[in-house]
């Protein structure tokens, strides 16, 4: 057997001649090129930050992310967001068009507002109004689906499909509702002009009623009330949207469907406390009257509450609410109190709808919150409520005396 001597394998610092220097240049040199080391790492480490933070460059990185929260976006460079941004897209149906085209035609300025109704078939006269919508036939597509419970809600879902992909110029918000919705766009406008609509923006409300927020979610916009989508999120959403349908069949309606596929983009709810679903039953006088500081934008569910103005129908009552709101739209429905303390008087207004006048002093928390005259939407029952609500005064001496709104005129100063 051979025998085969092992040779160590060559150093190689010997190759580089750093044994020739002397032991103290040794360690010299090496301090040395560890220090360099940590000064090259840290300066790197400083260019990534100055980059990412510095004020010049915030918007090549940190705002390609959504910013759902914040109210105080900088705009981009462009004119204002105005009523001709904004694309309504309705969804109804042949079968009840012809009567919910009232609704519309109280709040569509024809040549103003921009967008369509989108039906499930050809009706014969595609202006059921003259002064609502248009009407479309949506895309057959929808029909490809399954479902669990409602087959319209897939196709009303798909309704976002059918709008962007018309492609229409000058498109910022798409904003979404029923065919019984009743828009205040001024307001929808002020709103919707706080937030930026080049990045992803999901705006909107949730139920009045715990059970439906419950069975739905609380971070669902619901649809009856109206929710807006910027372009951009839109867009994302159209191009995963059929998969989403696929995949949540077995969700009730089309707002839920669409939260459902947002919530995988990754872009939560973003309330505004404006857009009412109107998921009660009754009357909505305690509701309206004691209004929160927020433009009003929406109203839903008006078929299946009394009229807003009694002796009046809900057309006429809807009248008398945009004789109003046409001479302050800002206002409609704010709430504001006073007290009259020699006369132990408490006075609270409605603008444009109410004046109750309370004869005793009641404290700002009374006068804030609403009196329940209604019951919640699915199962008639007197709460719980999203919001705080007191009981109807049962002794009728202690009771407002109210004034409901009559006309509205210009005065002088």
Not at 67 to 96: D, E, K, Q, Y
Request: one cysteine or more.
């Amino acid at each position: 057997m051979s025998r085969t001597r092992l040779r160590p394998s060559p150093d190689p610092a010997i190759k580089r001649g750093l044994y020739s220097l002397p032991d103290k240049t040794r360690v010299i040199f090496s301090y040395l090129t560890r220090i360099s080391l940590i000064l090259c790492l840290i300066l790197s480490v400083s260019l990534v930050l100055y980059t990412s933070f510095s004020p010049g460059n915030k918007n090549q990185f940190w705002h390609r992310l959504p910013h759902p929260s914040r109210t105080g976006t900088v705009l981009s460079p462009g004119p204002p967001t105005n009523i001709s941004h904004v694309l309504f897209c309705i969804g109804g149906s042949a079968a009840t068009w012809r009567d919910r085209s009232l609704y519309s035609s109280i709040w569509w300025v024809p040549g103003v507002t921009r967008g369509f109704v989108w039906l499930d078939k050809k009706i014969d006269s595609p202006h059921a109004n003259k002064n609502g919508p248009p009407a479309k036939v949506s895309s057959p597509e929808w029909t490809r689906f399954k479902y669990s419970s409602s087959r319209s809600a897939v196709r009303i879902a798909r309704i976002i499909s059918d709008s962007v992909k018309l492609r229409l110029p000058d498109v910022r918000w798409f904003v979404m509702g029923d065919d019984d919705t009743v828009y205040y766009t001024d307001n929808l406008v002020s709103v919707l002009s706080r937030y930026d609509h080049n990045q992803m923006w999901y705006i909107g409300g949730n139920s009045e009623s715990v059970e439906q927020d419950v069975m739905h979610s609380y971070d669902m916009a619901f649809g009856g009330g109206g929710f807006a989508l910027s372009y951009p999120l839109a867009e994302r959403l159209v191009s995963k949207l059929d998969g989403c349908l696929d995949r949540y069949y077995y969700l009730y309606g089309s707002d839920q469907r669409i939260w459902a596929c947002i919530s995988e983009i990754g872009v939560p709810i973003t309330r505004e406390r404006g857009f009412h679903q109107f998921d009660i039953r009754g009357s909505a006088y305690g509701l309206l009257a004691a209004h929160p500081l927020a433009p009003l934008v929406s109203l839903h569910h008006l078929g299946g509450l009394e009229p807003l103005f009694p002796n009046h129908n809900h057309e006429d009552s809807l009248k008398s609410i945009n004789q109003a709101y046409r001479a302050d739209p800002p206002r409609i429905f704010q709430q504001t109190f006073c007290h009259d303390s020699k006369r132990k008087w408490s006075i609270s207004i409605a603008w444009g709808y109410t004046v109750q006048l309370h004869p005793l002093l009641l404290p700002a928390k009374d006068l804030q919150t609403p009196v329940q005259t209604f019951k919640t939407w699915r199962s008639w029952s007197d709460g719980p409520f999203a919001f705080n609500t007191r009981p109807m005064e049962p002794d009728l001496c202690k009771r407002p005396v109210v004034f409901m709104l009559e006309q509205v005129s210009e005065g002088g100063f």
